[in-house]
Structure formats: C-alpha cells, structure tokens
C-alpha cells in the first residue's frame, strides 16, 4: 500500500514542477487571445468555463484505458506502478500539454494539420489517414464495450444498446460541444471518480495487501513471460493512464474552448495525472483483490482475458450493490465520453482536410455519415481483434506526436530534451511490439528488442547530427 501511496503523491507534486516546466519552456501569454474568442462559431469554438473545460478533456481521454489497460498491465506485476507515474509524468504529461498547446497557438488546428507543420506534407497526409482510422476503432471499441457491460447489469438485448449509444454518437457528433456534451459530462466526471476514489477509500479501508515495489519485485509476473516480457508489451497494454496517441486527437476540442493559454496546465498536463490516478488505482486494487499477482493473471486467463468481468467483480464485492452500480457506471461513462469525441475529432480532422465549413448542421451530417456506416461494419468483427491492433496504432500516434513537438521545440529554440528523450524511447517501444507481437510479425522478443532499441538509436542520432549540423542549434525539419 505505501508503494501506491506515494505513486500517486508523486504524480501529484510533478504535475506541480513538471506542468509550470513545460509551461515556461512552450512560453505562454496570457494576454494572447485564444481561438475560441478570435473564432467563435457557436459549433466547436466555444468559450467555455475552466471547470468544464478540464471534465470534458478528462472524460474525453479517459476511456476504457486506464481502466482495462490498468487491470490488464497488473498482469506484469508492480512495474507496472513504475510505468504509470513516469510515462504520465514524463511522457503522457509533455505529450498532452504541448499537443493541445500547439493546437491554441494555431488556432485549434488538429492534430493531423499540426504534425503537418513541423514534420512535413507527406506526415501530414499520413496523420489524417492514421488518426481517422485511429478515431473509429476508438469509436467501435467504446460502443461495445459499454453496451456489454450494460448488458450485464440490465440481462437486456446489446443490439438495443448499441442502437442507443449510436444514437447518442450521432447527437453528441453534430450537436454545438456546449449543448450535450457541456451538459452532461459533470454528472459522468462525478461516477468515474466516485469510482476510482471509491475503490481506493476500500482498500485502504479492508487493508488490503498491496503489492510493494521492490526490487524482488520488479520483474516480469505475467503467467506467459517468455512470449509477453515487460518491454514493450507493458508499455502498450497501460496506454491511457501513461501516454495515449489518441489524447492528441481529443485535446485541439478543448483548444477550441479554453479561453486563456494559463488554462493548458490544468486542462491538458492535470488531465493526464488525474487519468494516471486512475490508472494506478486500478492497476492495485486488481493486484491485490484476487490474493496476488499470481492469482489475477489466473482470473484474466479463466475470463479469456476480459477484463469487463474483473472491474464488475471489483467494483461489486468492495462496494456493494449501490456502490457497485455507480462504479460500474464510472466503468460505462469513461467509454462513452471518449467514444463520443472520438467521432467528433474524427468529424473535424476531415472537415479541416477537405477545407468543409462545419457551421451548417447539415455539412455536420455529412461528414459524420460515412464514420458511422464504418463503425457500423467493424461492429461486426472480433472486440479483441480491434482492440490490440487500436493498441499499437495508439501509441504509434503517440510517438509521431512526441516527434512532432520535438521538431516543433527545436525549429523555436527551446528545450527539446523534454520530448525528445520520451520520443526516442516510444519509438523503441512500437517498434519492437509491432516485431514481437501476436498481431505482429510474432519474432521472437531478442531480436525484436535489438532491432527496435536499434531503430531507435538511429533516429535519435540523426536528429542530433541535423542539431548540430553547422556546430549551433538550427532550425530544422525533422521529415
């Protein structure tokens, strides 16, 4: 219990230091006008209060992620407590701040525009494919993933309920950001934390043994170790709640509302910590619940690795009946917020691409369309399927994204160690999984590690010799 205990203490003092370090280095001004004031529409450029703004950022990435992904990493043991509270402060942090940053400093430009900018056309064109595809997996994931679970609760029909969560994508897509998702996400924001906080206050409460991180215990717990070892397969399973491509994706809607650049600290840095809380929330209590590590990765093999089953079962035995509902409706209101903006993101990136004024509600329905006939299609194909191939696509984003604000911080002259060593370290990281993995080429995890460490290197090393190609820091592109 101290081990958790003091992870979340460190996240929370270095989002105190690390948030005002990114801050001075990306350099604010917060007399600057900020998009949604020089661009208000009344659709997605809206002003909106600092409260709100940071639910909804919160809500919009904290889908299914640090959740599941928290439960199935706990699989590896207490590295997993390591990866949470360094990739959130070092990596998920810096990547989130900078990304919606960069988006208010060219006004609310998306992801996909911005990577454009620093790395050059041709990532741009890429980026706008990759994130689409990206945006409807998410989409897909996080309908039947809250439609199952409320089949579990209710024993209804899940064609009815992904009638209804569709419905409510289609609204939550079209629909001015202030008018539903404004509205609602308080009372979502309210059951998600009622749940996490809830499940610590009963660990804490029943004093459960909670794994310590030492160093006998920083190794590789998983009951398949030789084919899943820690690098890179924790690095990919615990995405949201450490470092999550498809935050880039969500932050440029709150870039659209924030109303002064002081704002992106807590929006987009305090976002990302109170998701990494999450995350190791429920990375302890599923090392603990079952009696150990050992005995978790014997549920998750018994439940065929659904980790829906592990949270309801949590959320029902520590909490009780009214308890456990509220959680579980946390477990439902993550997904769902995310899904939600995950076809609006998608939605704008395409309108911004074709250059399609999105004011006009029926040039909203025409983008929206054709991602919802997709969504509808992948609906039709294997929930485990989608979801660990979302899972490298995810942090794959992640590492162009980290590349590009590393560009961007070398083209201004700034600190660019702060991204470019979780970069190089991503990029190790996708590389190797993609080699290694199931879903992957499947070669065995030696070589795999080589190469992608390897690959790694070189980029590192090519990004420094453009650095120092006259003897002084220069302006370059990185493409």
């Known amino acids: 219990m101290i081990s958790l205990l003091v992870s979340i203490i460190v996240l929370i003092g270095g989002y105190f230091i690390l948030s005002r370090i990114c801050e001075r280095i990306f350099g604010i001004d917060s007399k600057r006008s900020t998009p949604s004031k020089t661009m208000a529409d009344g659709v997605d450029f809206v002003p909106l209060p600092l409260w709100k703004i940071f639910t909804i950022q919160f809500l919009n990435i904290a889908g299914l992620g640090p959740i599941f992904g928290a439960v199935a990493g706990a699989m590896w043991g207490p590295v997993a407590f390591v990866w949470i509270v360094l990739g959130t402060l070092f990596a998920g942090g810096v990547h989130d701040y900078f990304s919606g940053m960069l988006s208010v400093k060219h006004k609310g430009e998306n992801i996909t525009e911005i990577s454009g900018r620093y790395l050059g056309s041709w990532v741009k064109q890429f980026m706008a494919i990759f994130s689409v595809v990206l945006l409807i997996m998410v989409g897909t994931v996080f309908i039947m993933g809250p439609a199952k679970i409320l089949v579990g609760i209710t024993g209804g029909d899940t064609f009815v309920w992904v009638c209804i969560i569709m419905v409510y994508y289609v609204l939550s897509t079209i629909l001015p950001i202030d008018k539903l998702i404004g509205r609602i996400y308080p009372v979502f924001g309210i059951a998600l934390l009622f749940m996490a906080f809830g499940i610590l206050f009963m660990m804490v409460y029943n004093n459960l043994t909670v794994p310590e991180i030492t160093l006998s215990n920083l190794r590789n717990m998983h009951h398949d170790g030789t084919r899943f070892p820690v690098f890179p397969f924790v690095f990919v399973t615990i995405a949201c709640g450490a470092i999550s491509g498809f935050h880039a994706t969500q932050s440029p809607l709150m870039a659209r509302c924030v109303t002064n650049e002081r704002q992106g600290r807590p929006v987009f840095f305090g976002a990302m910590v109170t998701e990494g809380i999450v995350a190791l929330i429920w990375a302890a209590i599923s090392m603990c619940f079952f009696g150990g590590v050992d005995l978790l990765n014997n549920e998750m093999v018994a439940s065929g690795g659904n ?9 029902n035995s520590l909490l009780g ?77 992640a590492t ?11 083209r201004e002259n700034k600190f660019y160690w702060i ?15 993609i080699l290694v993995a199931p879903e992957g080429f499947g070669i065995t995890p030696g070589i795999s590690q080589l190469i992608g460490i390897f690959s790694a290197g070189l980029a590192f090393l090519l990004t420094m010799k453009k650095i120092y190609k006259k003897g002084d820091l220069v302006s370059v592109d990185i493409s």
């Open 321 to 397: 009946k009214i308890g456990g509902v509220l959680a579980i409706l946390g477990v439902i209101a993550a997904p769902i917020t995310s899904g939600d903006t995950a076809f609006r993101s998608a939605r704008l990136i395409i309108a911004d691409l074709i250059r399609f004024k999105q004011g006009p509600v029926m040039n909203r329905i025409i983008v929206s369309l054709p991602l919802f006939l997709v969504a509808l299609v992948l609906l039709n194909m294997d929930f485990a399927i989608i979801w660990r191939y979302f899972a490298w696509t995810n942090q794959t984003m």
């Open 419 to 433: 991204s470019l060593i979780p970069a190089v370290f991503m990029t190790a990281v996708i590389i190797t999984y």
């Open 400 to 410: 162009i994204v980290l590349w590009t604000i590393t560009s961007y911080l070398i």
């Open 307 to 315: 980790a829906a089953l592990v949270v309801n079962q949590i959320s």
